[in-house]
């Protein structure tokens, strides 16, 4: 932690993919901390602390064997990149498959939350297609159906939406189609 001014400190920790910063404000009554996550993604708020002395909220003295300060957080988590899966038109990222689909050829695609339980959405598009959103039991896949209309390289791109809205990054499945 390093003190940047009277009262005000900033914490900077490196990772491989990002860094996280949290900035600290404190004063005698009260300490307030600001966590961010950088990466290539963008500046995400992660959460809010809040530390105030109990005399600001109550003047009364503390009874004994209290805590001195009381604590307040909010934590703003996002989901995790959705997975796709597809037996027609499997994952091209190592190239194109010998045994993919064919044009104008229907295929499944199962999106699913990557192990968070709180998913309740998925919104997904391709090359020829605008934004739909598919609703889901919370944590559960959704199966969608698509026919494409190009041959080669196709991008099928998928973000969730958790239970209090809160959407994951975009995950960009790369698969080939057959002419």
Known sequence: MKHIQDGQYVSLNAQVDHFSLTLITMTRQMDIRHSYVISRYGVFATALALSIAPQVLAPAPAAAGTSDTIRVSAESSRPPLPTVVSDVFPDGTNGW?????????????????????????????????????????????????????????NHLNVFSIDDEGRRSDTYTYLFYVNP
């Open 97 to 153: 498959p010998a045994d993919t689909g064919s044009l104008r050829q229907p295929g499944a695609f199962v999106l699913g939350p990557n192990g968070a339980d709180n998913v309740v959405a998925f919104t997904y598009s391709t090359f020829t297609s605008g934004p739909r959103t598919i609703e889901v039991e919370p944590g559960e896949s959704a199966e969608i159906w698509l026919t494409p209309t190009l041959t080669g390289p």
